[in-house]
């Protein structure tokens, strides 16, 4: 069964993903790398043999039901983890979802079953490709704020992030 959003939602989606997503060169969907806000250093987090970090949200607008997070998860064990979801106050629950072009339609569907972290690899959660949805907030995102969220994975458990907030168009959260 495929999600349908509504006219709203799709609308803030695409406003939030960066110009590269709508090239015909789908590479480019993974978008770039964050780097540090001005004033905050990104630093990395470690849980069990995974190391955290590049964790930012966007900003939304008043009413907004939904938001993106994003972050950069590095897997040095030799056994793969998953990325099962999260938490956050400001939000009744936090899905992992990925946005794929099928043909010429943007698609973008929760993994139910979580998203897997390779042994040796890094997986990077960027605009236009996975992210994190905060789904069902109860405030809005507000430019230059912290947010705390939880993550939760498979075998690392639970753990605790701050994600800072960029402006809703990403502008000035990713390398040049």
């Known amino acids: 069964m495929k999600n349908i ?17 709508f090239a015909h060169d789908h590479s480019a ?18 849980a069990g043999e995974l190391t955290i970090g590049n964790a930012f949200a966007r900003a939304t607008l008043p ?6 997070a994003y972050v950069t998860i590095a897997n040095t064990g030799s056994e793969a983890d998953r ?3 999260g938490s956050t106050a400001v939000a009744s629950h936090v899905e992992v979802h990925e946005m794929k ?3 010429n339609i943007m698609q973008m569907r929760k993994l ?7 042994a040796g690899e890094t997986v990077q959660l960027a605009p236009g490709g996975l992210h994190l949805m905060l789904m069902g907030l109860k405030q809005p995102l507000k430019e230059g704020e912290m947010l705390p969220v939880t993550l939760e994975f498979e075998k690392s458990g639970k753990v605790e992030l701050e994600f800072m907030v960029g402006p809703a168009n990403g502008a000035g959260m990713e390398h040049k």
């Open 101 to 103: 072009m099928d043909g």
């Open 83 to 85: 990325l099962l979801g």
């Open 29 to 46: 969907m993974t978008g770039a790398e964050p780097a540090a806000a001005e004033g905050h250093e990104m630093g990395d987090t470690k």
């Open 112 to 118: 139910k079953e979580g998203l897997a972290i390779p």
């Open 63 to 68: 009413g907004a039901k939904v938001g993106g």
């Open 5 to 21: 959003l509504s006219a709203a939602a799709m609308a803030l989606l695409l406003a939030q993903m960066p110009p590269a997503a």
